[in-house]
C-alpha cells in the first residue's frame, strides 16, 4: 500500500542534541511537508518541498532543518537551537486532486 | 497574513445531536478548503474536501460541509453523532496549488452516549 513512514514513533532527545526524524513515501508525490502540532494551536508548517533539491521556510523554521536529496525522503533536523522541541511532528506529502497524506507522525519529548 | 479560525475549541455533545462545527477563513484568492479528522492514537484522515463545483460537499462517515464563498466559511456538519465520532476536527486551508496547508487550531469533539 502507498503511504508515508515515519520513524521512530516516539524519540527523546536531551538538552543541546540535534535529532533527525525520518519521513519516506512511495507515493510519487512532488511536495512534502513538515507540521508541527501542539496541543490547541493545530498544525504550524515547519518546512516544505515541492521537488528535490530544493525547500522553503514555512511559519516556525527555526530552530529546525531539512533536505530533500531524493523524492521519496524529506528528513528533519530538530537542532539544539529550536528552544522548545517537545511536541508531536507530521509528515506530509501533496499530489492534486487527492490532496495530503499524512504519517502516523513522531512525538518528540526533551529529557 | 492567511489565518483559520475554528470558534469551537471543545464541544461536547450525546450521541444522536446534531453536529456544526465553524470555520473561517482569510484569504482572497481560490482556495481548496478540507475538513481533518484525528481520532485518539491515530494519524489524521481526510473527511472531505472541495475544490470546485457544488458547495455542498458529502465526505466520509455521514459529513458534509458547506462553502459560503461571502462568508468565506466552509463549516462543517452531521446531523446525528455517534460515540465513534470523538476525535479531533482541524479545518485547512490551501491556497490552490502545490502550495502549503493552514490549519485551524483544531475542535475537540466528545460523543457521550
Known amino acids: 500500500d502507498g503511504g508515508i513512514t515515519q520513524s521512530p514513533k516516539y524519540l527523546f532527545r536531551k538538552e543541546g542534541q540535534n535529532v533527525t526524524l525520518s519521513c519516506e513515501q512511495n507515493l510519487n508525490h512532488d511536495a512534502m511537508y513538515w507540521y508541527r502540532q501542539d496541543p490547541g494551536q493545530g498544525l504550524r508548517l515547519i518546512y516544505y518541498s515541492q521537488i528535490v533539491n530544493d525547500f522553503q521556510k514555512g511559519d516556525i523554521a527555526e530552530g529546525y532543518s531539512v533536505s530533500r536529496e531524493k523524492k521519496e525522503s524529506f528528513p528533519l533536523t530538530v537542532t539544539s537551537a529550536q528552544k522548545n522541541p517537545t511536541a508531536f511532528y507530521l509528515c506530509?506529502?501533496?499530489?492534486?486532486?487527492?490532496?495530503?497524506?499524512f504519517g502516523s507522525g513522531t512525538r518528540l519529548t526533551v529529557v | 497574513a492567511q489565518s483559520v479560525s475554528q470558534h469551537n475549541h471543545h464541544v461536547i455533545l450525546s450521541e444522536a445531536a446534531s453536529l456544526e462545527l465553524g470555520c473561517n477563513y482569510s484569504y482572497g484568492g481560490t482556495v481548496n478548503l478540507f475538513w481533518y479528522v484525528q481520532y485518539p492514537g491515530q494519524h489524521l484522515q481526510l473527511l472531505l474536501k472541495?475544490?470546485?463545483?457544488?458547495?455542498l460537499v458529502k465526505g466520509i462517515k455521514g459529513f458534509e460541509a458547506e462553502f459560503i464563498k461571502s462568508k468565506f466559511s466552509f463549516n462543517l456538519r452531521k446531523p446525528s453523532v455517534q460515540w465513534s465520532d470523538t476525535a479531533e476536527y482541524f479545518c485547512?486551508?490551501?491556497?490552490?496549488?502545490?502550495?502549503?496547508?493552514?490549519f485551524g487550531a483544531g475542535t475537540r469533539l466528545a460523543v457521550h452516549p
Open positions: 485547512a486551508v490551501g491556497p490552490g496549488g502545490y502550495n502549503k496547508l493552514i
Open positions: 506530509a506529502s501533496y499530489e492534486g486532486y487527492y490532496g495530503y497524506t
Open positions: 472541495y475544490f470546485s463545483g457544488d458547495p
